[in-house]
């Protein structure tokens, strides 16, 4: 789809201290999807009420995280990168080939 005219580009929305992006692996359903971070581990995360009907995530798919703090290997989703953000992600280093060669997309 054309971008509109007077359409400013989208900032690119990088971790902040305490998130990690991840690779989406499966979607189990109820709202939750399995995922391997950028630091290798693998966690379950939690799609947010207002993600829910808007964005829709599939395997492969990158996304930015915040880890709980009660439970580690549990996290909430904040962001799904778009295909343009995704190459921008892994050219600055903050998640590496070989974990998204782990999913194969």
């Known amino acids: ?3 509109k005219t007077g359409e400013a580009p ?5 971790p902040a ?4 992006v991840c690779v989406v692996t499966e979607i189990i359903g109820a709202d939750w999807i399995k995922m391997i971070c950028a630091d290798g581990s693998e966690k379950m995360g939690r799609i947010p009420g207002k993600f829910r009907r808007k964005i829709w995530i599939a395997p492969g798919d990158l996304v ?5 703090d009660y439970q580690k290997n549990k ?10 953000e ?3 992600i892994i050219e600055m ?3 590496s080939k070989e974990i998204l060669d782990l999913v194969g997309k």
């Open 86 to 88: 995704k190459k921008k």
């Open 17 to 20: 201290e305490g998130q990690i």
């Open 1 to 3: 789809m054309p971008k």
């Open 10 to 14: 989208k900032e690119l929305l990088l």
């Open 93 to 95: 280093g903050y998640i």
């Open 75 to 84: 996290a909430d989703v904040l962001y799904r990168y778009e295909k343009d």
């Open 64 to 68: 930015l995280a915040a880890p709980w």
